[in-house]
T-cell receptor, first 117, second 114 residues
Framework: GAVVSQHPSRVICKSGTSVKIECRSLDFQATTMFWYRQFPKQSLMLMATSNEGSKATYEQGVEKDKFLINHASLTLSTLTVTSAHPEDSSFYICSARVPGLVQETQYFGPGTRLLVL | AQTVTQSQPEMSVQEAETVTLSCTYD???????LFWYKQPPSRQMILVIRQEAYKQQNATENRFSVNFQKAAKSFSLKISDSQLGDTAMYFCAFKETSGSRLTFGEGTQLTVNP
């Protein structure tokens, strides 16, 4: 299957700082990428849909100014958590949709564990 | 809005035995896609199997197969000859044909015991 990478795999930061997470499609071009948040032992919660060359579409309740998403190329989307606070600590996962596949499958990155102190 | 329900928060099975995970969904669409994803302790989401609603034949991938009952809106996953490496959280997911987002169930934690 298609490969999606995420960097960093884990990050610890101080409250009030900003953290950038990168999501890359390694062997295909992804016009659409997705960002999820997952709390321990819970399901994935879609935060936003990222489209190359246009503004991201955020889910209801997700603060656009806090979670900045940029999809500047067909292989890279970034999520920046601005002015992070302890309640932002979570597991963030990106996924990419492989274009042209009838099954419309999403392939997922390995996730980024964020801990805000 | 579509909803996906996994009514079994936890299940366990002995190694080499067969286990079935349940999933039901609610939609007014006639065509859509269904998926089972596996999330082992590493937390990497891995696609297990997928099914297009317009196909009557149940999908099969080696030891993994589904029982797709469109009228009942049921999509269960059967794991045969369970292996220790199958221990993971399993998520059922739904996608409309026209849309791009996945709707996930709450997940079922499967433990395979030696």
């Amino acid at each position: 299957g298609a490969v999606v990478s995420q960097h960093p795999s884990r990050v610890i930061c101080k409250s009030g700082t900003s953290v950038k997470i990168e999501c890359r499609s390694l062997d295909f071009q992804a016009t659409t990428m997705f960002w999820y948040r997952q709390f321990p032992k819970q399901s994935l919660m879609l935060m936003a849909t990222s489209n190359e060359g246009s503004k991201a579409t955020y889910e209801q309740g997700v603060e656009k100014d806090k979670f900045l998403i940029n999809h500047a190329s067909l292989t890279l989307s970034t999520l920046t958590v601005t002015s992070a606070h302890p309640e932002d600590s979570s597991f963030y996962i990106c996924s990419a949709r492989v274009p042209g596949l009838v099954q419309e499958t999403q392939y997922f990155g390995p996730g980024t564990r964020l801990l805000v102190l | 809005a579509q909803t996906v329900t996994q009514s079994q928060p936890e299940m366990s099975v002995q190694e080499a035995e067969t286990v079935t995970l349940s999933c039901t969904y609610d939609t007014s669409e006639s065509n859509y896609y269904l998926f089972w994803y596996k999330q082992p302790p590493s937390r990497q989401m891995i696609l297990v199997i997928r099914q297009e609603a317009y196909k009557q034949q149940n999908a099969t991938e080696n030891r993994f197969s589904v029982n797709f009952q469109k009228a009942a809106k049921s999509f269960s996953l059967k794991i045969s000859d369970s292996q220790l490496g199958d221990t993971a959280m399993y998520f059922c997911a739904f996608k409309e044909t026209s849309g791009s987002r996945l709707t996930f169930g709450e997940g079922t934690q499967l433990t395979v015991n030696p």
